[in-house]
């Protein structure tokens, strides 16, 4: 149980344009989701803490213009990267919280030329 | 603000070989402690965590405990198998559960039969 799903797991875009990321809790209903961003041989970095129904808590130096972060219900939150420039490009995981703990999805692989 | 420190991978071993990975951490007051592994191609998942001053963590023939005093908590198993080779990541949380995790770098693990 616990299962959480990420689509797509991997996406290339042209800069400028912008990306949609789905995060799915598929066996259970994740009040709370969390954003995170990995750097090549770097540790994971929370972006944001995303609830439903209302809007997301970005961490400190995370643009919330830049990602858009939507939790509309209990089991999808969607990160946005708008206007995406190459060094948006990058390894991007969000995670559910239940009961707490958070069990992480596979990750997307955000590559922008 | 908290952080967490890792020793810094790859780590190559042979299998029944001893395993130590060790993880400090910088926090203010108690923090929760965890460890995460990462098998290829998957999500992070828990793999043992410790709320308190000497507890100790166990899970799948792995084992950390909460050091306060050295401000630790190292990973331990004394058998490796090929089948634990992954990335490993210890966190922490300053809340109770798991909200707000500050991770490590993680560190590659590699068994070689």
């Known amino acids: 149980g616990a299962v959480v799903s990420q689509h797509p797991s991997w996406v290339i875009c042209k800069s400028g344009t912008s990306v949609k990321i789905e995060c799915r809790s598929l066996d259970f209903q994740a009040t709370t989701m969390f954003w995170y961003r990995q750097f090549p041989k770097q540790s994971l970095m929370l972006m944001a803490t995303?609830?439903?129904?209302?809007?997301?808590?970005?961490e400190q130096g995370v643009e919330k213009d830049k990602f858009l972060i939507n939790h509309a219900s209990l089991t999808l939150s969607t990160l946005t990267v708008t206007s995406a420039h190459p060094e948006d490009s990058s390894f991007y995981i969000c995670?559910?919280?239940?009961?707490?703990?958070?069990?992480f999805g596979p990750g997307t692989r955000l590559t922008v030329t | 603000g908290n952080s967490v420190t890792q020793m810094e991978g790859p780590v190559t071993l042979s299998e029944e070989a001893f395993l130590t990975i060790n993880c400090t951490y910088t926090?203010?007051?108690?923090?929760?402690l965890f460890w995460y592994v990462q098998y290829p191609g998957e999500g992070l998942q828990l793999l043992l965590k410790?709320?308190?001053?000497?507890d100790k963590g166990s899970n799948k023939g792995f084992e950390a405990t909460y050091r306060k005093e050295t401000t630790s908590f190292h990973l331990e198993k004394g058998s490796v198998q090929v089948s634990d080779s992954a990335v490993y990541f210890c966190a922490l949380s300053d809340r109770q559960g798991a909200q707000k995790l500050v991770f490590g770098q993680g560190t590659r693990l590699t068994i070689n039969p």
């Open positions: 995303s609830n439903e129904g209302s809007k997301a808590t970005y």
């Open positions: 410790a709320t308190k001053a000497d």
């Open positions: 995670s559910g919280e239940l009961e707490d703990e958070q069990y």
């Open positions: 926090a203010t007051g108690y923090p929760s």
